[in-house]
Nanobody, 119 residues
Framework: QVQLVESGGGLVQPGGSLRLSCAASGFTFRAYAMIWYRQAPGKERELVAGISSLGGVTKYADSVKGRFTISRDNDKRTMSLEMNSLKPEDTATYYC????????????WGQGTQVTVSS
């Protein structure tokens, strides 16, 4: 079955960096767009970044443009999110999702990884 497993979250100070990873199995990874979402307590889940099936198209939320970079390795069946210049408002649970397009809500999700930005 489809499995998505996130890793790499943690506690980081403002201005710091983290790299999240999503390992995929159970489907043809290179055939799907992949998306990172996040959800903070009391808020709706929001799109952070998306990448097309072959990596040629990426999309970012305005709030993370210039700070976050999404990438994928289809041979390793992994997707990553490099997060730099982290801010307290980036604190959330981050989820990876499988989608049919970079702006289409995923139909499969991982369990999430917590990112906390605090001094």
């Amino acid at each position: 079955q489809v499995q998505l497993v996130e890793s790499g979250g943690g506690l980081v100070q403002p201005g710091g960096s983290l790299r999240l990873s999503c390992a995929a199995s159970g489907f043809t990874f290179r055939a799907y767009a992949m998306i990172w979402y996040r959800q903070a307590p009391g808020k709706e889940r929001e799109l952070v970044a998306g990448i097309s099936s072959l990596g040629g198209v990426t999309k970012y939320a305005d709030s993370v443009k210039g700070r976050f970079t999404i990438s994928r390795d289809n041979d390793k069946r992994t997707m990553s999110l490099e997060m730099n210049s982290l801010k307290p408002e980036d604190t959330a649970t981050y989820y990876c999702g499988r989608s049919s397009g970079v702006e289409i809500k995923p139909n499969y999700w991982g369990q999430g990884t917590q990112v906390t930005v605090s001094s």
